[in-house]
C-alpha cells in the first residue's frame, strides 16, 4: 500500500487499521530537513493527530519506516508539490 498522509497513515498503522509491512511507502506532503525538524514535527503531529497513542511508539514507527527509506518527502525538492487526499489516503498497489 501506498499512503498520502503522514498524519492519518501514521494514524492508520498505530491504531491496527493497517500493518506496518503492508506499507510499500508513504509519500507526504512534509519537509523535514533535520532531525529536530522530524522532532518538531512529530511533537505537533502528536498534539493533534496521535493524542491517543503512545510517544515512543510514534517516533518508532517513523524512525523504521524512515530508516527503510519508506517515508518520501517530495516537498523538498519541490515546495509546490502537494497531492489531494480526497479520493482517500491508501493507494493499492
Known amino acids: 500500500m501506498i499512503g498520502l498522509s503522514l498524519s492519518f497513515c501514521i ?3 498505530m491504531s491496527g487499521a493497517v500493518s506496518e509491512w503492508d ?12 532531525e529536530a525538524d522530524w522532532d ?3 511533537a505537533g503531529y502528536r498534539r493533534v493527530y496521535w493524542r491517543a497513542f503512545e510517544g515512543a511508539a ?3 514507527l517513523i ?3 524512515r530508516a ?3 517515508i518520501e518527502q517530495p516537498r523538498l525538492d519541490d515546495p509546490e508539490h502537494f497531492h489531494s487526499i480526497g479520493q482517500g489516503i491508501w493507494l493499492a498497489e
Open 58 to 60: 510514534v517516533a518508532a
Open 11 to 13: 494514524k492508520d498503522i
Open 23 to 34: 506499507v510499500t511507502k508513504i509519500v507526504t506532503s512534509t519537509a523535514a530537513r533535520t
Open 40 to 42: 518538531h514535527l512529530i
Open 63 to 65: 524512525q523504521r519506516l
Open 68 to 70: 527503510l527509506g519508506k
